[in-house]
């Protein structure tokens, strides 16, 4: 079965400090997309970043940067020089196929809370 | 403004009063989906819909219903609901078809609170 874990659970750190949420995924598809999610304390779902499986370049984006390594099937997401304002919950997904229809569906990691404090 | 609107945002509603939760994309977008949010879970597939009359179960179907009559609407039906349904549910809109390869635009979310 694919699936996406996103082994911790909660981390705190004080601002300025670079903090990485893991994520770790399971697929038997040869091709494939892995997204990062940002949900805020208001609720919604932010979409940060899409990689597809034949893309490994590692991606910045300001104080952002995922590193994408497919031997150990990994896609982490690191914040350099954390700020309050990074303070949510963030989702790891990956995109796979249905059994029943063969159509894509998303599937999400159970999320890890990043804790920033001043 | 491109967006997925969700009503309503907050609903309180007592267990077999039947509730629809409504879902609107002005994106012209085939793909949506409902997603529902549980602590320690992440968000679980429960119903999609490819284009218009062509819907499939997610991954926890058990207890709602959905349609696709038209593109822009894709309401999510509580026929019965319970306790174990409350939830905060989001609709999601994608231009994808077969294939998720873009990023899903989001509603804002519905907390469902089923007393």
């Known amino acids: 079965a694919q699936k996406v874990t996103q082994a911790q659970t909660e981390i705190s750190v004080v601002e300025k400090e670079d903090v990485t949420l893991d994520c770790v995924y399971e697929t038997r598809d040869t091709t494939y997309y892995l997204f990062w999610y940002k949900q805020p304390p208001s609720g919604e779902l932010v979409f940060l970043i899409r990689r597809n499986s034949f893309d490994e370049q590692n991606e910045i984006s300001g104080r952002y940067s995922w590193n994408f390594q497919k031997s150990t099937s990994s896609f982490n997401f690191t914040i350099t020089a954390s700020q309050v304002v990074d303070s949510a919950v963030y989702f790891c997904?990956?995109?796979?196929?249905?059994?029943?229809?063969?159509?894509?569906?998303?599937?999400f990691g159970t999320g890890t809370r990043l804790l920033v404090s001043p | 403004e491109a967006q997925v609107t969700q009503n309503p945002r907050y609903l309180i509603t007592v267990t077999g009063k039947k509730l629809t939760v409504t879902c609107s994309q002005n994106m012209n977008h085939e793909y949506m989906s409902w997603y529902r949010q549980d602590p320690g879970l992440g968000l679980r597939q429960i119903y999609y819909s490819m284009n218009v009359e062509v819907t499939d179960k997610g991954d926890v179907p058990e207890g709602y219903k959905v349609s696709r009559k038209e593109k822009r609407n894709f309401p999510l039906i509580l026929e019965s609901p319970s306790p174990n349904q409350t939830s905060l549910y989001f609709c999601?809109?994608?231009?994808?078809?077969?294939?998720?390869?873009?990023?899903?635009?989001f509603g804002d979310g519905t907390r469902l609170s089923i007393l």
């Open positions: 999601a809109s994608s231009p994808d078809r077969a294939r998720l390869t873009q990023p899903q635009h």
């Open positions: 997904a990956l995109s796979e196929a249905s059994m029943n229809t063969g159509f894509q569906k998303l599937v």
